[in-house]
């Protein structure tokens, strides 16, 4: 019984396969065999549009605002540009680039040495040979510039330091209570000047001439010598002017001149003598031609 059935199905299937094949053969013979027609150049040519033209414009520009006229901070940077921005009004807000907080630069020098300038030849000491004659007393003298001792008489010259021995003299005064007090002065004649020179003893004998040296503590390698109020100098601080010179009061007044780029104003200090002034100390080098050594105390 199945075997019928199973022949039944093959056979409605070989109907259906053969009823489709017939359709589209019949639709097939019903589609259009007319030729692809491709257009030519001319068939369609473009159309010119023609070319507005334009009437020509004179526009005036603004001058830019003077530099005046804008706020001093307000300053404008390739490398370090401001911030800027719109309120809520539609005003501009503006913060400078430069920090205000930092701390303010340091001066950059200090007053290293303010002192006159002494003279050449200074006495030190003097050995009196003969009391009623001071004229044969050896002379002690210290040469500041060659750093050491010379001993002369009266009338004796000396070339290596370039002077003449003209006179020395003591001059002793009692007072009331019978106690003795000397005045001794050395007269000599300035070789390279030509004129007269007086050194009194206990004294030292000072030029017209000024010594000011300025130091810095950022810099170590930083001297500035000066000697008249009025000069200029720099450093990598900055540019200054040395303005006054007050030797009563081991003072100088130095002026910071403005710097533009780096936007600090001018500033001028007092500046006090920071270092003491120490003396050399006295060297024990004699001059060639002086006389044999001799035991003596120095009479002060």
């Given amino acids: ?128 040979e003969d009391l009623n004659d001071a004229s044969k007393s050896l002379v002690l003298l210290f040469d500041e510039e060659q750093q050491q001792r010379v001993r002369a008489r009266v009338g004796q010259a000396k070339a290596k330091s370039e002077f003449t021995l003209v006179d020395f003299t003591i001059e002793r005064n009692k007072d009331k209570d019978g106690n003795i007090s000397k005045n001794v002065t050395v007269t000599l004649l300035d070789q390279r000047s030509g004129k007269q020179v007086v050194l009194t003893h206990g004294e030292r004998l000072y030029n017209d001439s000024t010594t000011i040296i300025l130091r810095s503590d950022q810099d170590a390698s930083v001297e500035i010598v000066l000697d008249e109020a009025g000069q200029a100098f720099e450093t990598a601080a900055g540019k200054y002017l040395l303005q006054e010179i007050n030797l009563e009061a081991s003072t100088v007044t130095v002026k910071k001149l403005a710097d533009q780029e780096l936007e600090l104003d001018s500033e001028t200090k007092q500046l006090y003598l920071t270092t003491s002034n120490q003396q050399p100390a006295i060297p024990t080098k004699v001059d060639s031609d002086a006389e044999s050594d001799q035991s003596f105390d120095f009479d002060f």
């Fill in 1 to 128: 019984m199945n075997k019928i059935y199973d022949k039944l199905l093959l056979a409605v299937a070989v109907l259906a396969l053969l009823a489709s094949v017939g359709f589209y053969v019949q639709k097939s013979g019903e589609l259009p065999t007319s030729a692809l027609q491709l257009g030519q150049p001319n068939d369609n040519p473009y159309q010119v549009i023609p070319v507005p033209s334009s009437s020509a414009v004179t526009v005036t520009w603004p001058e830019a605002a003077e530099t005046s006229q804008q706020p001093a901070e307000e300053l404008y940077d390739v490398f370090t540009p401001p911030k800027i921005w719109v309120n809520a009004d539609g005003s501009f807000g503006f913060k400078s680039p430069i920090d205000k907080t930092l701390p303010k630069p340091a001066f950059g020098i200090y007053l290293a040495k303010i002192e006159r300038d002494p003279y050449r030849l200074q006495i030190e000491g003097y050995i009196e």
